[in-house]
């Protein structure tokens, strides 16, 4: 700046005696920029202080204890874990997110972030999951506060299969753990993470390569062995398809992950009888692999041999005999219940079959919320998670507005494209399950907080931009069960509905002082400074305007 004042002002210098005079109105304008500068920055940014080098405390120890003939256990700092979480994806109404990255965890989007995980800490909620998480953005300021809020956080490793079409090739293979080892060596450090997610249903994303998936998986694993010494550990969130049928009953000796995990969307009975099926499927996975000595020959029951180079680490031997595999959790990444009501078919599902689904009208608010199913659909899920896995993590904190992106045979207006609208396109759980009745999930209306499209003029320099949320009624119920209520869902509901008043508020974020600062800290300066020269130029310096324009412009045709 004060380079470009002595230029613009030099040619014009009548006699040297007034050159002390406008040097010092120079550094003036050059002190008060940067003054605006550092209060902007630091009201934009609130990490902008000079960041320590070291972490308020170590990083935390996540443990889970696998040991043969005995049941897992989930522990964190020596302390028994059971995971009571919530899906945190705080995308505002207007937000496409199909093109566009959706990383609201830096300082850009504190406003946001620090209204929510208040909120979700005095819950009782312990965890926080993710699914977006740009490695090469600071994260510092949002995993210090989820640690001030006892949250620890379950970080996401992007696998998308528009990215990497051909995993099974050896570039792409290279790319992925390239991008992998970044990310671990970015955060294995800090006290809130709890561990890492690799991708989000990637066997539905790919399908067709699930070898080369997993064994890129397992080359991950590795990664994760070298990087990371506090030993994170790792899961892939696989959907609910074969999971028991495929991915466990096939891979589940060869899978090195820490735990499996799942995206389920069935009833609590049906949660627990999945857990059931489980464990009844390791104990027939476990006696099926019997080692007859400590070389690397395995013997299936059936007599057939494979060799490997390298015997699986987790078995147990005694006396030269494998004793069996250990038991792996298994935790609940994603389960929930949109707050629409059933009433989407003839009568009231889920009587009505497929064939009953009639065209919605073109009434704006063709389906009524329904908040009392979606409060006692997410506590009796709870219930049973809590006490047949290693927990759970709701789907989700608020709604998501862009996730109409699928056609809807009961909705002409669907796929819906417009990320401002509240759409009701929804998808059949059922569709490829002959005999089923529909079984319908509005992924726009998931979350136990439902969000107000904030309001934009078009005509104003400085907008008052609030971003806020409202609680339904599954958000108490949650809070009831995060905090140890043992009632029944019907006694907690019943609860939480004669207290209304007392959470039934209201909570915004707002954008105003960030919009502004940024104002302040980008053209205030500019202006300052272009109004002081001109000025001297024109009353100490007695130049013409045309001579002020034509010495503004110079530096740019040099």
């Known amino acids: 700046k004060l380079q470009f004042l002595y230029f613009i002002a030099k040619p014009q210098m009548p006699n040297p005696c007034t050159f002390p005079r406008l040097s010092f109105v120079s550094v003036a304008c050059a002190v008060a920029a940067v003054y605006f500068f550092k209060r902007g920055k630091r009201d934009v940014d609130p990490s902008f202080k000079k960041k320590k080098g070291c972490l308020p405390r170590k990083a935390s120890h996540v443990t889970i204890t696998a040991t043969v003939g005995m049941e897992p256990r989930v522990m964190v700092d020596g302390k028994d874990f059971l995971m009571k979480g919530m899906g945190y994806s705080p995308i505002v109404p207007g937000k496409d997110t199909r093109n566009q990255p959706f990383d ?16 979700i800490a005095g819950m009782g909620a312990n965890i926080v999951r993710l699914w977006s998480w740009d490695i090469s953005k ?29 995993i099974a090739d050896p570039d792409t293979h290279k790319k992925i753990l390239t991008g992998w080892r970044a990310l671990v060596k970015s955060v294995h450090h800090h006290p809130a993470l709890f561990g890492y997610l690799i991708g989000n249903e990637v066997n539905e994303e790919f399908g067709g390569q699930l070898e080369a998936l997993l064994s890129i998986v397992n080359s991950m694993v590795d990664v994760r062995n070298d990087e990371d010494p506090h030993m994170h550990p790792i899961t892939v969130p696989f959907s609910d398809n074969n999971f028991l049928e495929i991915l466990v009953d096939k891979y589940y000796p060869w899978l090195n992950i820490d735990y499996w995990s799942l995206q389920i969307y069935r009833s609590g ?30 013997t299936m029951v059936d007599n057939t041999t494979t060799e490997f180079d390298n015997p699986e680490p987790d078995y147990v031997f005694v006396n030269g005999k494998n004793q069996g595999i250990p038991k792996k959790p298994i935790v609940i990444t994603e389960f929930g219940v949109d707050a629409l009501s059933n009433k989407t078919c003839k009568g009231w599902g889920p009587t009505c079959g497929v064939e009953n689904i009639t065209t919605l009208t073109s009434d704006p608010n063709p389906i009524p919320e329904d908040q009392l199913k979606q409060a006692y ?29 699928l056609p809807d045979i009961r909705t002409p207006g669907c796929p819906s494209r417009r990320p401002d609208v509240h759409s009701y396109c929804g998808f059949n759980l059922n569709k490829n399950i002959t005999n089923s009745t529909a079984n319908i999930l509005h992924e726009e209306w998931l979350g136990i907080f439902k969000q107000v499209l904030a309001q934009k003029d078009s005509y104003a320099i400085f907008q008052d931009m609030q971003y806020c949320i409202q609680p339904r009624l599954s958000y108490c119920v949650m809070k009831e069960m995060f905090s140890g209520n043992d009632d029944s869902c019907t006694e907690v509901i019943i609860k939480c509905n004669s207290n209304r008043a007392t959470w039934d508020e209201e909570s915004c974020a707002s954008a105003l002082k960030l919009v502004n600062n940024v104002f302040v800290m980008l053209v205030a300066p500019c202006i300052l400074v272009l109004v002081v020269v001109l000025g001297v130029m024109y009353f100490q310096l007695g130049r013409s305007a045309t001579e002020i324009v034509g010495a503004i412009v110079k530096p740019f045709w040099l």
């Open 104 to 119: 609201y965890f830096t300082d850009l989007r504190s406003h946001i972030w620090k209204r929510d995980l208040r909120i």
């Open 138 to 166: 600071d994260h510092l300021s949002f995993l210090n506060e989820c640690m001030h809020n006892n949250l620890m956080v379950l970080v996401p490793f992007s696998m998308d299969a528009k990215e990497f079409e051909n």
């Open 269 to 298: 009975n049906e949660i627990q009888q999945l857990a059931s099926d489980y464990n009844d499927l390791f104990t027939t996975i476990s006696s099926n692999y019997t080692m007859m000595d400590n070389s690397s020959d395995y």
């Open 377 to 405: 659909g997410i506590c009796e899920r709870y219930n049973k998670i809590k006490s047949n896995t290693a927990g759970g993590v709701v789907m989700e904190f608020v709604d998501e507005w862009w996730k109409g992106s």
